[in-house]
């Protein structure tokens, strides 16, 4: 070959090596959220966490690290088998590497299984239970935003302090309620409250009136809610009803988020005590994100649970961008584990060895219809929590992956 | 009392069993073929599906007994085989075994009790009793009520193959599956088979011949039971879970709207009504409530206009048995 | 104040009421049931799909049409009422020479039509719907607390469920009706119009689901499901109480709801599986249901 051919091959051969190196380069993830799109919890997940996830995405600008992201979602309609099935069918067929939100502990528990199987990635937003950073801890999953022991230490301890000393439960007969009451109740007699009494109801119930009546009949200053969805609902309308507030008697809400607030109205709901770990009044960033949000989901306000896809999606991805891989799940969650996290929702926070991600909580009150001034101001703050009180301490949680 | 179908459909004279033949090796092809094409999971569940059709259609088809209590057999043979195999840590043919069990001795219970009533009583107490299993299921520990039985192993068959093998489980649930299948054909084609389809046709003349109708009756349903219990039983290891789903009413109507749709007495009915059914909630699923819209329309087509079912139909049109 | 099995009586008391006002409930729907069994020999599966409606009704009146509830009591019935009259004209009555599962079979495919459409434009959580400015508050019994729109539920389906047995029973035309179910063919013959009177019964039947419907708007949660687990109690009910009756089903109804009441009481966790529980005693001892006139 002559010179000028030689340097010519050369540089086609540079080019092309310049070439595929650069489609190389760009990490494709692909990330499912999973939310109950038409039933209980559409409105407190639902399509919000979708355009949650979506906004995180756009702000974190994927090109310029390279990456290319993309969004899906799909409706686990609160079923487990359904939850596992599109699962097992994400990861397999899909090539989606990480699965978001998922409200509903028993769907969450399913994914949890499915993702460590498949050494993929699960960042829970939406559901409850504490046993995802307890006994069922994986290496593949991240809790991010609340659980239970959260929910009952915040609630059930403030309410303790502030005079409510006499508790008396009104709890869903299922796994997810028995829980919430059990660690509550804990949490009531260990500060130095009485539980008088607790009565099981079917899930899904419609008439809480003979629960209410027991309720009254004990003359517990503070009836717990352990329960979620359209059964707390039903409890306080039902209990405005029977006039239990009237009579004295404050309602807890156990689980409890601002679309439970907006649906039964502040009529109804005025001086109710329930905790959250993110509103959207409270800062300036919180206010802009909500508008953003409110462009896709216009009249609705965002709980803690799209804000917190939002602030795992955006984590995610950065440890994604620092590995230039996202096909190693067990990878990816150490890395995020090990990068202290930082986003506008929740500012500065960190992620423990059993995948709680940690910050602070707060303590509000459901404010009363005088004093709401805007469509949205529903809360006043009571008590914050700071992040290292709010969750179960790290050696309680018989979680395998802890040592000891 | 008039029975449930109407009789031109359903098979008569054994030598038109030519159909039967063709049909049954189309039908083997298409599932030997099929985990190549499709997603095997989405498969293995349309053949659960199918044996749990095959099953109800023992019933309805043959004996003229709708049940809608169906759900019942299914998901506790499921619940009792996943804590087989995750709590006792039984290999798989054991836990099968148990499950499948558990769903014969419910069936001799709730058959005893259902077939007391004709017709439409008999659909609504197994309706209630199913319902009733449902709270037990909700609130007993051992289910895991909300949560339900997650995580279970697939161990190996015989200890020797490995059921995790994702090619290995598909041939175990087509195995089973086609057995199950062959053995509902061998049933309606005996003599225990005659005297059923003597009692659909017509219960007094069965009697004053002579037969126990009442013991036929519920022999057949035990049956039915039993292998719907299998299904449920297979289909809790494909997926490693049983939930409430399995043991809810809407999963009753599923398995009904099935037979329906495939074609109630028919052979092969069940089978594609099954695969259709399945196919469409798994596809159609982004479209959310509509999926619910769309069987409850398909319900009303069939029973005012298709009551044959498609793969009724066919057979009329081609003038065969299937 | 004394204690009968460690329940304070006051307690107890209150539950027996609050039995009362769920076993309205029963009543009038399983009264329905009754009713179109009666006439139509069919098992109207879209009948708690119907309540719902009626519920609806009530809710979009009130939203759309600014129409409150005592309209609403009169309004949403006939309306619900009409449609169940269409089902009849334009599908039902296709089967009426059929066996009867079919029709089980097709308002089984009914119910499910209409709770998907409701779901996919009213979504699954609850409406609101408030109790009327009449009937808000309760006066207190010294035993419990009951609310005033509770004990009107009382009396309004104590009310109709008489009305209906009066007019079934007593009446020339019940006594028409009651002729028509036994020898359709020897009724027509003198002259009535028996296709006419099947329609209207199965309108009247699906009108009292929706009135239960309506009642039931201001205390329970207005959603798309609120009908289906219902349905099924219902069944159970008439089961246990016989088709052969409309007294049976009325008296079982409230029995029932009373029993229901005392077992959330005394062992709430099986509240919810109670009413099955007695129906496969009754099933056992009597098959034909407590005033059932046979098999």
Redesign the interface.
């Known amino acids: 070959m002559t010179l000028t051919g030689r340097l010519v091959f050369a540089v086609a051969a540079l080019t092309c090596a310049v070439a595929s190196a650069q489609a190389q380069d760009d990490v494709v993830v692909k990330i499912g959220v999973l939310s109950d799109m038409s039933s209980l919890y559409s409105d407190i997940g639902g399509a919000g966490s979708v355009a949650a996830a979506k906004l995180a995405v756009e702000d974190f600008s994927p090109a310029a690290h390279g990456m290319k992201v993309e969004v899906i979602s799909a409706d686990h309609q609160n079923k487990p088998d359904v939850g596992a099935s599109i699962a097992r069918q994400w990861y397999d067929v899909d090539h989606v590497d990480v699965i978001v939100d998922v409200p509903t502990s028993s769907v969450g528990l399913a994914v949890n299984v499915v993702t460590r199987e498949k050494n993929k990635v699960f960042l829970v937003s939406g559901a409850a239970s504490s046993d995802l950073t307890g006994p069922k801890c994986s290496p593949n999953t991240i809790h991010w935003t609340y659980d239970t022991w959260m929910l009952a230490n915040g609630t059930g301890k403030a309410l303790v302090k502030t005079g409510g000393d006499t508790w008396f439960f009104i709890t869903a007969d299922y796994a997810f309620g028995q829980a919430l009451e059990r660690d509550t109740s804990a949490v009531v007699v260990a500060n130095g409250g009485k539980v008088l009494g607790s009565v099981r109801h079917p899930l899904n119930n419609s008439d809480f009136s003979s629960f209410l009546l027991q309720a009254q009949t004990s003359k517990a200053k503070i009836i717990g809610l352990a329960n979620a969805g359209g059964d707390t609902v039903n409890a306080i309308k039902q209990g405005s009803e029977f006039g239990i507030t009237a009579g004295g008697q404050h309602f807890a809400g156990l689980l409890v988020f601002v679309n439970d607030v907006q649906a039964l109205g502040l009529k109804t709901a005025q001086g109710l005590v329930l905790t959250e770990t993110w509103y959207w009044d409270m800062t300036e960033a919180n206010r802009a994100f909500t508008k953003r949000w409110q462009v896709a989901r216009p009249g609705k306000f965002p709980s803690m649970v799209p804000a917190g896809v939002y602030s795992s999606v955006i984590h995610y991805l950065k440890a994604v961008a620092a590995l230039k891989s996202g096909s190693d799940g067990r990878a990816v969650v150490a890395k995020m584990k090990e990068m202290p996290t930082e986003d506008p929702l929740f500012g500065n926070g960190s992620i423990r060895a059993d995948g709680r991600k940690i910050h602070d909580a707060f303590l509000f009150e459901v404010k009363k219809p005088e004093e709401s001034k805007y469509p949205g101001d529903d809360y006043k703050l009571r008590a914050t929590i700071p992040a290292a009180e709010a969750f179960r301490p790290l050696k309680d949680g018989n979680c395998p992956l802890v040592g000891g | 009392m008039e029975r449930v179908l109407d009789p031109s459909v359903l098979p008569r004279r054994r030598d038109e069993g030519w159909s039967l033949g063709v049909a049954f090796a189309v039908m083997v092809a298409f599932f030997v073929v099929g985990p190549f094409v499709l997603y095997p999971v989405f498969l293995m569940k349309a053949l659960c599906f199918a044996l749990f059709a095959c099953a109800f259609n023992l019933l309805i088809g043959y004996v003229g007994l709708i049940s809608f209590g169906h759900a019942l057999f299914f998901g506790w043979a499921s619940y009792l085989t996943a804590y087989s195999a995750k709590t006792w840590g039984l290999p798989p043919e054991v836990a099968i075994g148990i499950g499948t069990a558990t769903a014969a001795m419910l069936g001799v219970v709730v058959g005893g009790l259902a077939i007391r009533r004709q017709g439409i009583y008999f659909a609504m107490i197994t309706l209630a009793l199913s319902q009733m299993m449902y709270f037990f299921a909700l609130q007993a520990k051992f289910t895991g009520g909300e949560d339900g039985i997650q995580g279970i192993p697939r161990g190996r068959l015989f200890g020797v193959f490995n059921l995790s093998n994702e090619m290995t489980m598909y041939v175990f649930v087509l195995v089973v599956v086609l057995a199950g299948f062959l053995l509902i054909y061998r049933i309606i084609n005996s003599p225990f088979g005659e005297v059923l389809k003597a009692i659909r046709e017509n219960e007094q003349r069965a009697v004053s011949l002579g037969y126990n109708t009442e013991r036929y009756k519920l022999v057949a349903f035990v049956l039915s039971a039993t292998l719907a219990g299998l299904a449920g039983s297979l289909n809790c290891l494909v997926f490693q879970l049983a939930s409430l789903t399995d043991v809810h009413w809407t999963m009753s109507g599923d398995v009904v709207l099935m037979t329906l749709l495939g074609g109630l007495g028919t052979v092969f009915g069940p089978v594609v009504g099954a695969f259709l059914v399945i196919g469409m909630q798994n596809y159609l699923a982004p479209f959310g409530q509509w999926v619910l819209v769309i069987q409850g329309a398909i319900f009303v087509a069939c029973v005012l206009l298709f009551r044959r079912g498609i793969v009724g139909e066919i057979a009329r049109l081609l003038r065969v048995q299937l | 104040m004394f204690e009968i099995f460690g329940i304070?009586s006051?307690?107890l008391f209150?539950?027996l009421l609050?039995?009362l006002?769920?076993g309205s409930f029963y009543a009038l729907l399983s009264l329905g049931l009754a009713v179109i069994f009666g006439m139509l020999n069919i098992?109207n599966f879209a009948h708690g799909a119907q309540y719902m409606m009626g519920a609806f009704a009530a809710y979009l009146l009130l939203q759309h049409l600014g129409i409150g509830y005592w309209e609403a009591l009169v309004v949403a019935p006939i309306v619900i009422g009409a449609t169940g009259v269409l089902i009849e004209r334009l599908?039902l009555q296709?089967?009426r020479k059929?066996?009867?599962?079919?029709g089980?079979?097709?308002t089984?495919?009914?119910?499910?039509?209409?709770?998907?459409?409701f779901?996919?434009y009213y979504?699954?959580?609850?409406l609101?719907y408030q109790?009327p400015e009449a009937l808000q508050g309760?006066r207190n019994l010294g035993f419990?607390?009951l609310?005033n729109?509770?004990a009107w539920v009382i009396v309004l389906s104590l009310a109709v469920c008489f009305a209906t047995w009066f007019a079934i029973e007593r009446t020339r035309l019940g006594s028409y009706l009651r002729a028509a179910t036994e020898n359709p063919v020897l009724v027509r013959a003198f002259g009535i119009n028996v296709p006419r009177m099947v329609t209207l019964t199965y309108g009247f039947g699906v009108g009292l689901a929706a009135l239960a419907g309506v009642m039931a708007a201001p205390?329970?949660?207005v959603?798309p499901?609120?009908g289906s687990?219902l349905i099924?109690?219902v069944?159970?009910v008439?089961?246990i109480g016989g088709m052969g009756s409309i007294m049976g089903a009325i008296l079982t109804g409230f029995a029932l709801g009373v029993i229901e009441?005392l077992t959330?009481?005394f062992y709430?966790?099986a509240?919810?599986?109670v009413i099955?529980?007695i129906?496969?005693i009754v099933?056992?001892i009597r098959?034909a249901g407590l005033f059932g006139r046979g098999?």
């Open positions: 304070p006051q307690a209150g539950q609050l039995g006002i769920n098992i599908l296709h089967l059929l066996d009867p599962l079919y089980l079979l097709l089984f495919g009914l119910a499910l039509v209409i709770e998907g459409l779901r996919n979504g699954s959580s609850g609101p109790v309760g419990m607390f609310p729109y509770r205390i329970y949660n959603s499901q609120m687990d099924i109690v069944f159970a008439v089961v009441g959330k009481v709430p966790e509240s919810n599986t099955f529980v129906m496969a099933l056992l098959p098999a």
